[in-house]
Nanobody, 116 residues
Framework: QVHLVESGGGLVQAGGSLRLSCAAS????????MGWYRQPPGKERESVAV???????DYADSVKGRFTISRDNAKSTVYLRMNSLTPEDTAVYYC??????????WGKGTLVTVSS
């Protein structure tokens, strides 16, 4: 069982930046994929970014060039740096991890609100 705890959400103005963090309860070297999903109000959950243990990264088209995912295996933590935020980025952001993508393990989510 892997427990994931997110932090870093909040309210930001359009054009601003936030960094989300997610700490895993196990050594992240034992986790193949770590990343982020989000669920905007009234919409389905969608994959935002994922990074493999080997460093392969994939982004949703809507965030390419604005968001950066990284992981620090020494701290068992994955990060999501979000720049040039727009109101369309408003969502609950979920940390996720697992062998495959979609993953098996989920955090409880952190709310990101971008005001216009």
């Amino acid at each position: 069982q892997v427990h994931l705890v997110e932090s870093g959400g909040g309210l930001v103005q359009a054009g601003g930046s936030l960094r989300l963090s997610c700490a895993a309860s196990v050594n992240s070297l034992s986790i193949n994929n770590m990343g982020w999903y989000r669920q905007p109000p009234g919409k389905e959950r969608e994959s935002v970014a994922v990074i493999s243990r080997g460093g392969t990264i994939d982004y949703a088209d809507s965030v390419k060039g604005r968001f950066t995912i990284s992981r620090d295996n020494a701290k068992s933590t994955v990060y999501l740096r979000m720049n040039s935020l727009t109101p369309e980025d408003t969502a609950v952001y979920y940390c996720a991890a697992g062998v495959r993508w979609p993953p098996s393990y989920w955090g409880k989510g952190t709310l990101v609100t971008v005001s216009s």
